[in-house]
């Protein structure tokens, strides 16, 4: 079965660092589309960043451009997410996603959530104080 597991958030003060992790089992990454999306209380799910299977397209949300990362390792079977400079508008509960693309593209002109099929448990980033 695919299962997402992913860690790395904590809490952070601003201008700070994070680096999240996803490990893809029962699939092999390289060959889905990958996303990043992030959540917080009462409002929608942002696509953050997403990159196209094999390494393809990235794209990122105007908020995090020259701040944050998305890159994977295929051979470990991970990505991540490298976030930098943090501010505390970034605060949320951030999820991976992946998408074989037997569909619709999902990492097109902004990563959509309805069209990526597995998601990770979610880690929390705190950005304070």
């Known amino acids: 079965q695919v299962r997402l597991v992913e860690s790395g958030g904590g809490e952070v003060q601003p201008g700070g660092s994070l680096r999240l992790s996803c490990v893809g089992s029962?699939?092999?990454?390289?060959?889905?589309?990958i996303a990043w999306f992030r959540q917080v209380p009462g409002k929608e799910r942002e696509g953050v960043s997403c990159?196209?299977?094999?390494?393809?397209?990235?794209l990122y949300a105007d908020s995090v451009k020259g701040r944050f990362t998305i890159s994977r390792d295929k051979d470990r079977n991970t990505f991540f997410l490298q976030m930098n400079d943090l501010k505390p508008e970034d605060t949320a509960v951030y999820y991976c996603a992946v998408d074989p693309v037997k569909g619709p593209e999902p990492c097109y002109i902004r990563p959509t959530a309805e069209d990526f099929s597995y998601w990770g448990q979610g880690t929390q980033v705190t950005v304070s104080s």
């Open positions: 029962g699939f092999f990454l390289n060959y889905y589309s």
């Open positions: 990159m196209r299977r094999g390494g393809g397209s990235t």
